[in-house]
C-alpha cells in the first residue's frame, strides 16, 4: 500500500514475494461465483430446494460406486379421499408444514394441489436406495431432466470465465510487481513509457511522427507546438527524415513555413511556385529582389537590422569594430539606398565621410585616426560582399520583403545555398531570419496563417540576435519553431551562455544518436534523474534459515549516456514534460518536385581567366541533373497527413541518397 506526499509514492508496506493479484482474483472470483450459486438455489423451485443436499448426496456417491445404497426419506401427499403418492413441484410451495413429533417440513400444500383434494403433506419412514437410481428418478421427476452439474452450470460457467478473463491481468500485474521487486519502484522524476502509453498519457493531438512501434502516430498536444520543438542528434541519424514528416503535416494543414534548407533537400521536395513560395538564395534564379531599406519603417529599426548583419566575434574581443560599423550602416539606411548604392557608398571613404559630417558618428572614422578609421570600413566592407550577391531589381524574380510577407504569409519561404558561397551568404540569411522573426512575433489575426520556422544545421548560421526571441518570447504569436543541430557545444560556440535558456526552452525535445564528447552526459541529465526504491534481500544460514529484507533508495538517470551515443539510427528518444518515450521511425521519402539550385547568370562573378577544372567536377552540375516530376507536385495534395506517409507513396531519388545520408 503506497501513498502520495509531493510528488513521491511513500512505501508503507513493501508486498511480498508471493503473486498477490492473482490470489486476490482466485479469491474475489471464488466469492462471487458462491454468490450466484446461492442466487440460483434462491431462484429453484421449492421442492429442488429441499431435495438439493439429497440430489448432491446421491450423485457424488452414485457417480463413483455405481451399487453404493444410502436411506433417503421421500416427500409425499396424501388425503382423505385421495391415494397417497410423491410429492411433485407444482403441489407445493414455500412454508410451513409441522410433523409429528415437533418436526417442520419448510414446505406446504399449493393451492392446485389443494383443489385436487389432497391435505396431507408428511414425509414416509426412511428407506434404503440404490445412489444412481434414486439420482435418475430427482433428475427425471424434480429437476426437469437437469444433471446436478447442468442445474449449477449458468454461475459455475460465468465463474469460470471471469477467472479466465482476469487470470492473465492479474499474472501480468503480478510478473510487474516481482520486477519492481527486481529492478526497483519509481518514486519521483520522469517517466518512461512505450509509445502506445505515451499517447494515452499526453493525450496528443498535435504534430506527430510515424513510428515503427504503433499503428498511429506518436503525438504531441496541440497546445505544445507553439512552444516550439529541438531534434539534436548526429549527421546520418534521421533528423531530416523526422523534419520530413513535420513538414508533410504543415502542409496539409495550410500553415506557412520559413525553412532553413543549407543541403537543399526540403526545396527540392515541397517547392511550389502556385502556393507563392520564396527562395532567399541570391544566386539562385528564382530569388526575388530584396533590399534592406525597404524593410524600414522607423529609423530605429535599422539598428536591429544592423545588428543581424555584424556580428561580435567569438571571444569577444574588437567589439568596437563590430558595434561602430553597426551604428553608421544603420545610420546609413535612413537614406533609403538600394543595394548597389550602398555597395558604391562603401567602396568610396569619401562618400561615407561627406554622409557623416556633423554627426556623432563621424569620429568613428576620424582621418587621423588611421588604424581605427582603416579597422571600422574594413569591417563595414566585409558586408559589401554579400550585399553585391543580391540581385538587381532588373533581374530579380519580382520583389520580396519580409514585412510585406508578414502580413500576408502567402507562400513558403526556403533559404538554399551552396557549401561553397554558404560563408558569403551567412550575413543575410541570418538577417532574412532575425528579420522574419521580428515580423512575426506581434500575436496574429484570424485571417493570418501559423508559420512555422523549421531550422536544420542551425550551426552552419551566424548567430541569430532574434532566435533567442523568437523561442523565449514567441509563444503569443504562436508561430512553432524546429530547431535541429547536432549538439550543445555548437550553440555554446555561437550563443555562450544563452545556449543553455535556449535549450531549456523547447516543450519537446527529440534526441538521436550523439557521439559528440560530454553530449550523451548532458543529455542523459536533460532527460534527468529517477528517484528508485529496491527490495535488498539478504539471505543468511542457520540452524533455520531465513531472509532479511531492506528498502534501498536511489537516485539514477533514466537514460546513461551510453545508451544515448549508442542509438542506432532512426532511432529517438523524446521527452514532453515528465514523460519520455523511446522509438523508431522508417525513413520516408518524397518525390523531387523541383531543382535544388537553379544558377543565376551573374557575368561580374566570372574568372578573368580559363580554369583548369573540368565541367564535370562543377559541384552545381549534380544539381542541374535532377529534372523536376511535375506529375508528383499534386500527389500529395488534399491527402491526410497519415496518407501522406504511408509506405506505398515513397519515391526515394537514388541520386539524393549519398546526400542525405551524409547530411542525416
Not at 33 to 56: D, G, K, N, S, W
Not at 309 to 321: N, R, S
Not at 555 to 582: C, W
Request: glycine share 6%.
Amino acid at each position: 500500500m503506497v501513498k502520495t506526499t509531493w510528488g513521491r509514492k511513500e512505501t508503507i508496506i513493501w508486498p511480498r514475494h508471493m503473486p498477490t493479484y492473482t490470489y486476490s482474483i482466485v479469491f474475489g472470483v471464488a466469492v462471487l461465483t458462491f454468490l450466484a450459486v446461492c442466487i440460483r438455489i434462491h431462484l429453484a423451485e421449492p421442492l429442488q430446494r429441499y431435495y438439493l443436499p439429497a440430489y448432491e448426496r446421491a450423485s457424488a456417491f452414485g457417480s463413483v460406486l455405481k451399487t453404493h445404497k444410502s436411506t433417503y426419506r421421500l416427500l409425499f401427499i396424501g388425503g382423505p379421499r385421495s391415494t397417497p403418492r410423491a410429492a411433485m413441484n407444482d403441489d407445493v410451495i414455500l412454508g410451513r408444514t409441522s410433523e409429528s413429533g415437533g418436526q417442520t417440513i419448510p414446505l406446504e400444500l399449493s393451492p392446485d394441489a389443494r383443489q385436487q383434494g389432497y391435505s396431507l403433506l408428511f414425509r414416509i419412514p426412511e428407506r434404503s436406495f440404490v445412489d444412481t437410481r434414486f439420482s435418475a428418478y430427482l433428475r427425471g421427476a424434480v429437476y426437469g431432466g437437469s444433471s446436478l452439474f447442468a442445474f449449477f452450470r449458468p454461475p459455475l460457467i460465468g465463474g469460470g470465465i471471469l477467472l479466465l478473463a482476469l487470470l492473465p491481468v492479474a499474472a501480468f500485474k503480478d510478473v510487474q510487481w516481482q520486477k519492481q521487486l527486481k529492478y526497483g519502484r519509481r518514486l519521483k522524476g520522469p517517466e518512461m513509457l512505450t509509445p502506445k502509453q505515451f499517447n494515452k498519457t499526453v493525450k496528443g493531438d498535435g504534430i506527430g511522427f510515424k513510428t515503427n512501434d504503433i499503428e498511429p502516430m506518436l503525438r504531441i498536444p496541440s497546445r505544445a507546438e507553439s512552444r516550439h520543438m529541438q531534434i539534436i542528434g548526429d549527421t546520418g541519424a534521421g533528423k531530416s527524415a523526422l523534419m520530413f514528416q513535420v513538414l508533410r503535416q504543415v502542409r496539409s494543414r495550410g500553415d506557412a513555413a520559413i525553412v532553413y534548407d543549407p543541403a537543399r533537400e526540403f526545396v527540392k521536395r515541397f517547392y511550389d511556385p502556385a502556393r507563392g513560395d520564396v527562395i532567399l538564395n541570391p544566386l539562385d534564379s528564382r530569388c526575388p529582389y530584396w533590399g534592406p531599406a525597404d524593410e524600414l519603417c522607423s529609423r530605429s529599426e535599422a539598428k536591429a537590422l544592423a545588428a543581424s548583419l555584424f556580428q561580435p566575434p567569438q571571444d569577444k574581443k574588437g567589439e568596437f569594430f563590430i558595434e561602430s560599423p553597426q551604428k553608421i550602416f544603420a545610420f546609413l539606411m535612413a537614406y533609403g539606398p538600394t543595394p548597389e548604392e550602398l555597395i558604391q557608398w562603401m567602396s568610396n571613404p569619401e562618400e561615407i565621410d561627406r554622409r557623416l559630417k556633423g554627426t556623432e558618428h563621424a569620429h568613428l572614422i576620424d582621418p587621423h585616426a588611421h588604424q581605427q578609421r582603416a579597422g571600422v570600413l574594413a569591417s563595414l566592407g566585409l558586408v559589401a560582399d554579400s550585399l553585391r550577391l543580391l540581385p538587381k531589381s532588373s533581374e530579380g524574380n519580382g520583389v520580396w520583403t519580409a514585412t510585406e510577407w508578414a502580413e500576408k504569409r502567402q507562400g513558403w519561404i526556403f533559404l538554399t545555398s551552396l557549401p561553397a558561397e554558404r560563408e558569403a551568404l551567412r550575413p543575410l540569411q541570418s538577417l532574412w531570419i532575425d528579420w522574419l522573426v521580428l515580423r512575426l512575433l506581434n500575436e496574429p489575426t484570424e485571417a493570418q496563417r501559423r508559420v512555422w520556422f523549421v531550422i536544420d544545421e542551425l550551426a552552419s548560421l551566424q548567430k541569430l540576435p532574434q532566435l533567442h526571441t523568437a523561442i523565449t518570447e514567441a509563444r503569443k504569436s504562436r508561430n512553432p519553431v524546429v530547431l535541429g543541430f547536432q549538439g550543445k557545444a555548437q550553440l555554446e560556440y555561437l550563443y555562450g551562455h544563452l545556449a543553455e535558456v535556449m535549450l531549456s526552452q523547447p516543450a519537446t525535445s527529440v534526441w538521436l544518436t550523439t557521439k559528440e564528447p560530454k553530449a550523451g552526459q548532458w543529455v542523459s541529465e536533460f532527460i534527468g534523474k529517477v528517484e528508485v526504491e529496491r527490495l535488498r534481500e539478504t539471505h543468511f544460514d542457520g540452524t533455520r534459515a531465513g531472509r532479511n529484507f531492506a528498502l534501498d533508495r536511489q537516485v539514477e538517470p533514466l537514460v546513461l549516456e551510453s545508451e544515448i551515443s549508442g542509438l542506432a539510427d532512426l532511432h529517438a528518444f523524446m521527452k514532453y514534460q515528465n514523460y519520455v518515450t523511446r522509438f523508431s521511425f522508417p525513413y520516408f521519402d518524397m518525390p523531387v518536385v523541383a531543382k535544388g539550385f537553379e544558377p543565376r547568370e551573374r557575368p561580374e562573378e566570372k574568372l578573368p581567366y580559363q580554369s583548369k577544372r573540368s565541367a564535370g567536377s562543377d559541384p552545381t552540375q549534380a544539381e542541374l541533373k535532377h529534372e523536376p516530376e511535375t506529375s508528383a507536385s499534386a500527389t500529395t495534395d488534399g491527402i491526410s497527413e497519415v496518407e501522406q506517409i504511408e509506405p506505398e507513396e515513397v519515391v526515394i531519388a537514388p541520386d539524393d541518397v549519398q546526400n542525405l545520408i551524409t547530411r542525416g
